[in-house]
């Protein structure tokens, strides 16, 4: 049976904690209107008579916190009598935790503290919620007050958690600055809460709340709206505002972060796969789509938590995807903004589809765009100097091409300097494999299709690293012939190189660039070795070639080719001794006609077996195991592609 403390140990305790929120500061001020005058389950603390909390090291034995009573022989001059200081030679310049306990069936609190720094380096200090073995960050301050006293405060809503729940302060020192911390006020809040999410407010410094920017010169003003812009606001939590949008069920409202109770965040819950639709005006050549977003799942992959998705009645594609536009991986609210050319279709349609689980979304901000763009005409009559290119303007991911794997391919800059392969590039489209698992087909990144009716070429430079052999292939839509246009097998040692290729075919075609074993046939599965495999593929275009290429069959005319001597200009004179002398020979030149009718009825029927047999040679020639293209030589440029058949690629 568990023993009870004495009555004498309770009324003791009970003074400790009272004498610890009556005495306050007397500059200190409530940190909002909604907070109430109850401390009822929230250890608060003057630190006059004692450190009312508990400290959890972890890593050392011994105590970091240290308590200072009346000031003396601390690091910092006094504020209001005690406090307590976190010792850098104790903690080694690690975070150490401080923990009381909340009691169940809070809802809101509110908290405001003083803190100080020794030195001139400023120092860390969070407020954390502990929710079982979880934490989560309530409230942040990087202090750097150089032996003054500052304060700071914050609100916040409390989960629904029947377990235990802790609130932790956590600081750090430095060997220039010591952290000190005096009058930790906790108490009860009135604010309106649903009772789901840690809703603290103000935002961290890393959730900063982004307006809609109005000073991108690819957009137009606000006033030009090209499709439904939300915001989300709502008065409830079951009933959001989704200004027109189509939208799947269960999304949920969300509370905004300051403290008024209101609703302006979208929420996918549980499942993935949920939608947001909305029409766009047929007049719009292109658009601008700005979102403001956050995910929970701090392990989620920031680079795919939506896509948007531009549908015609003909078609479907993958406009633009989310990015992680400053290499971090926090769950902080993130801003994306999307650029780019629609397809010249009536009924179009706009469409966010999540493609994870715990999506929220602030706000969706639309705008046409002053974004120059090629309109297709209805035939092709006028051929675009610059087909196809990557990188370019449009902000969609992977400039529009589709990887396969998806997961196996990314988008690399110098940007994110620390996520680079290979240097010299500022763009490139990167393939990665760490040799572990091998793939059930090749690697690919293909193009959409396009349509030509000129001589173009393809331009591209690559960097491969690892054992593979690489091909770029032409898909012929129509005829759905496969044709290979180069190939190579080699390591560039992290040197890019650049290639041309002329494409000298005309219709409807799509590119892929492919990523394959040597070992295998083309067609099969990627077999990677132990050290892995890196290739990069950068400035690609596909364009008008600069010089007239020769059709097929047509043969190819250089200068050392011998030319044709000039016959003789036959003159008046020589003509008329000419027909004087056919003339005189009369019928001798019957004779000879018929003998040479003759010799030349024997002579057409040698040229009519010799073609036969000559096209007999060809057919067997061009069957399918004398139309492969030797790639011995990886630098040879083809006049004529070379066609591959019965090859499934699986996109």
Request: proline share 6%; with cysteine.
């Amino acid at each position: 049976m568990m023993k009870l403390p004495s009555l004498g140990k309770v009324r003791l305790l009970y003074m400790i904690v009272v004498c610890t929120v009556i005495f306050a500061p007397s500059s200190s001020t409530d940190p909002d209107p909604q907070c109430t005058d109850s401390y009822a389950g929230f250890v608060a603390c003057n630190f006059n008579n004692q450190n009312c909390y508990k400290e959890n090291s972890g890593w050392f034995q011994g105590k970091a916190w240290k308590y200072v009573k009346n000031g003396k022989n601390g690091p910092v001059e006094p504020h209001e009598g005690g406090y307590i200081y976190l010792d850098y030679e104790k903690s080694q310049g690690k975070p150490v935790r401080l923990e009381a306990s909340i009691s169940s069936g809070k809802t809101a609190m509110c908290g405001v503290f003083w803190y100080a720094t020794s030195g001139p380096a400023s120092a860390p200090i969070t407020i954390l919620l502990k929710d079982g073995a979880e934490y989560t960050v309530m409230h942040e301050v990087l202090a750097d007050t150089n032996g003054t006293w500052q304060s700071s405060n914050f609100s916040c809503c409390l989960p629904n958690v029947n377990g235990k729940r802790s609130f932790i302060i956590e600081g750090t020192s430095n060997n220039e600055s010591v952290v000190a911390i005096d009058y930790m006020d906790l108490r009860g809040s009135d604010m309106q809460c649903d009772n789901e999410d840690l809703v603290c407010y103000p935002r961290l410094p890393s959730m900063l709340s982004f307006e809609p920017e109005e000073d991108d010169p690819t957009c137009s003003g606000k006033e030009d709206i090209a499709a439904n812009s939300c915001d989300f606001d709502s008065e409830g939590k079951s009933d959001p505002d989704f200004c027109g949008w189509q939208h799947s069920s269960l999304w949920e409202a969300r509370q905004k972060y300051d403290g008024s109770g209101k609703y302006d965040i979208l929420f996918a819950p549980v499942e993935d796969d949920y939608f947001l639709k909305s029409n766009i005006s047929d007049d719009i050549e292109a658009l601008c789509v700005e979102i403001e977003f956050a995910i929970e799942d701090i392990g989620a992959d920031l680079r795919n938590l939506f896509s948007l998705i531009i549908h015609t009645a003909n078609e479907s594609i993958v406009w633009g995807q989310s990015y992680n536009y400053d290499g971090r991986d926090r769950t902080e609210w993130k801003r994306n903004s999307l650029v780019g050319c629609l397809p010249n279709e009536p009924d179009r349609e706009i469409e966010l589809r999540s493609n994870t689980k715990g999506l929220k979304i602030d706000y969706i901000h639309m705008r046409s765009s002053y974004k120059a763009c090629i309109v297709d005409p209805p035939a092709l009559d006028v051929q675009p100097e610059v087909i196809f290119s990557c990188p370019s303007s449009s902000s969609s991911s992977f400039c529009g091409l589709t990887p396969w794997p998806k997961d196996a391919w990314e988008e690399r800059s110098t940007r994110n300097t620390a996520w680079r392969v290979f240097p010299g590039a500022e763009y490139y489209i990167l393939f990665s494999s760490d040799g572990e698992e091998n793939l059930d087909s090749p690697a690919s990144l293909s193009t959409g299709i396009f349509e030509t009716n000129a001589n173009t070429v393809l331009t591209f430079s690559y960097n491969c690293q690892g054992n593979a052999d690489l091909q770029v292939l032409l898909i012929d839509v129509d005829e759905q012939i496969t044709h290979q246009l180069w190939s190579t097998n080699e390591e560039t040692n992290s040197e890019w190189r650049y290639e041309q290729v002329p494409i000298n075919m005309k219709g409807r075609f799509q590119l892929r660039f492919q990523i394959t074993s040597p070992d295998l046939n083309p067609g099969l599965s990627l077999d990677l070795d132990d050290e892995g495999l890196y290739v990069g593929f950068t400035d690609i275009a596909i364009k008008l070639a600069d010089v007239n290429f020769p059709d097929e069959d047509t043969p190819i005319i250089t200068e050392d080719d011998e030319k044709e001597p000039e016959q003789k200009k036959e003159s008046p004179k020589d003509k008329k001794e000419t027909q004087n002398k056919a003339a005189s020979s009369g019928g001798s030149s019957n004779t000879g006609t018929i003998v040479g009718s003759i010799f030349g009825v024997f002579i057409g029927l040698a040229v009519i077996a010799g073609a036969v047999w000559w096209f007999y040679l060809r057919r067997v020639n061009s069957s399918p195991e004398g139309r492969y293209l030797d790639t011995s030589d990886s630098k040879s440029s083809l006049s004529q592609p070379h066609a591959i058949e019965n090859v499934v690629y699986t996109p």
